[in-house]
Structures are given as C-alpha cells and as structure tokens.
C-alpha cells in the first residue's frame, strides 16, 4: 500500500491531535459550512426520499437534485448565520480542547448541530413538502423522529469524517 493511500484512510477515519483544526476564519468557516451542509442536505434528502418511495434505487439520487435546489440554501443560511453561533459557544461550554482530545470537541459540535439542525430542517421539509394540512405540528414532530437517527449518525460515522477530510486537504493546498 502506498503513502498516499494510507494518509487517505488515516485522514478519513481518524483525527490526530497534530492535524486537528477548526475553521479560524470568515472564510474557512464559509468553505467548511458550504461542504458539510451539501453532505448532509443531499443525504437527508436522499433518505427520505427513499422513503417516501419505499427503499433505494438510482432515481432517489436524481430526484435529490431537485429538492437540493431548494434546501441547500435554506440549510446553509440556518447554519452559518444561526445555529453555527449557538453550536460553538454550547459546545466549548461542554468541553475544554486544551484540556481534553480534540475529538471531543468535533463530537460536541456535531451533535449539537444535529440537535438544532434536524428539527429546524423537518420544519422546513414538512412546510415545503409535505401535504401536513392542519396537522403540521404531528407531522413535522414525526419528520424529525424519522430523520433524527439517520443525521445523527450519517453526521458523526460518514458526512463529519469526509467533510473534515476534505477541509484538511483544502487548507492545506491554500
């Protein structure tokens, strides 16, 4: 196996104190938010999708797009002018980098983002997508029961760990 395939699955599955950074400024901030809420908008949507039309198959990725149009821009704007500020000062509240792993902190931030993010986003899909009719509080809580599990670990497992990757090689090309 060669160096370049062993950086790629260390990078992917592990984070290494030494590697270990957050976006510092206005403009990372923007190019982490930009990954990770396609990461996890396109998933979602992909997710119910798949559920609405009783399992996977490839139209589910197509007819993403079409819903992506519309959420991504949503998502972005509730994460990066809203729930970003809130995320970071809960989870620096919870957990001390200097004093703990680092990966405590990733943890935190995405679990909290996940906790504000999935229920703001189950609002929007029920209210753009859904025929809810007058029952838009009992659907949309059931939305975010459907959706809460599937973020959470497509968050932590596979959209957090691709999308810190990521970042890592572009700031470290910039």
Not at 117 to 130: D, E, G, H, W
Request: glycine content about 2%.
């Amino acid at each position: 196996m060669n160096n370049e395939q062993h950086d790629f699955s260390a990078d992917l599955l592990f984070i290494h104190k030494e590697d270990f950074f957050m976006p510092r400024t206005k403009k990372q901030e923007l190019i982490f938010s930009l990954l990770m809420v396609f990461f996890m908008v396109y998933a979602m949507i992909c997710y119910n999708i798949a559920l609405n039309m009783g399992g996977m198959n490839y139209a589910v990725f197509g007819a993403a797009f079409h819903e992506l149009i519309i959420m991504y821009p949503i998502a972005f704007l509730l994460d990066f002018f809203f729930v970003s500020h809130i995320v970071k000062r809960t989870a620096f509240k919870i957990v001390d980098p200097e004093k703990e792993n680092p990966f405590h902190l990733v943890l935190a931030i995405s679990a909290i983002t996940v906790m504000w993010m999935c229920p703001l986003m189950s609002l929007a899909a029920t209210l753009l997508f859904k025929d809810a009719g007058i029952n838009v509080i009992p659907v949309w809580i059931q939305t975010i029961v459907m959706n809460f599990p599937m973020a959470f670990f497509w968050q932590i497992c596979y959209a957090g760990p691709l999308v810190r990757f990521l970042f890592r090689k572009i700031m470290r090309q910039s």
